[in-house]
């Protein structure tokens, strides 16, 4: 199934099913908020989750990495969901069987446990040619539903959208599916502006949430892309 190619600065964005996103220029597939042990974190806490769910992340992530043979694999933060456990753990065994990609983790707020994997290097941002990757878009606040503001980006970036684009996670994006009558269906999105794109969460057990601001969005209906508004 062909998947809808955007431009972002001067960069092509192919943008998966799964909530990846591809540079083909650069042979970098991101991903942003796998939250890889939440599952776990959950049960400990006497809340019970699936570990079916946990499974299906993994198994997601091995099916991304083999569509993207000898790709850099560039993670928007929130690899992982605090303290490390034997689901986080697995991930280093999926990192083994794949010598042939680089995993780059731009570190998240959830990432505060990290182990010390010689096939994980773990970085504050990472540049791929236009393209600057955080995990947290400038002046995002939870407190306040603030996704992000232009004046932060630009405190931070003077250039911004002359030469720097953001590509962030955090936010997990979503909109809602209205259809007959009542009923509304909530969806993973892309989110796209002209010096912004923020990744949907890649996790399985992780949510969206509807930013309400302008903008491209892209929803995940079934493994499908569609674009929704601009």
Request: with cysteine; glycine share 10%.
């Amino acid at each position: 199934m062909q998947k809808p190619e955007v431009r972002f600065g001067d960069s092509t964005l192919r943008l998966n099913g799964d909530g990846s996103a591809f540079l083909p220029e650069y042979n970098t597939l991101l991903i942003a908020d796998v939250h890889l042990g939440k599952t776990g974190v959950f049960r400990k806490a006497g809340i019970p989750a699936p570990q079916g769910l946990h499974e299906k992340n993994i198994d997601q992530l091995v099916r991304a990495f083999a569509a993207h043979p000898s790709a850099t694999v560039v993670f928007l933060g929130d690899v992982f969901h605090g303290l490390q456990n034997k689901e986080t753990r697995s991930l280093q065994s999926v990192l083994d069987v794949h010598p042939a990609h680089i995993f780059i983790l731009v570190k998240g707020n959830h990432d505060f446990d990290l182990p010390e994997w010689k096939q994980l290097t773990v970085v504050d941002q990472w540049q791929v040619g236009p393209l600057l990757c955080l995990h947290e878009p400038p002046g995002a606040d939870f407190n306040t539903y603030t996704p992000f503001t232009m004046a932060a980006a630009e405190q931070r970036f003077p250039t911004l959208a002359n030469d720097v684009f953001l590509v962030c996670g955090h936010l997990h994006p979503g909109v809602a599916l209205r259809g007959k009558g009542r009923s509304r269906a909530r969806i993973k999105a892309f989110y796209i502006n002209p010096w912004l794109c923020v990744l949907p969460a890649f996790g399985t057990f992780t949510g969206q949430h509807a930013l309400k601001v302008s903008g491209t969005y892209y929803g995940i209906v079934d493994g499908t892309v569609v674009k929704l508004t601009e």
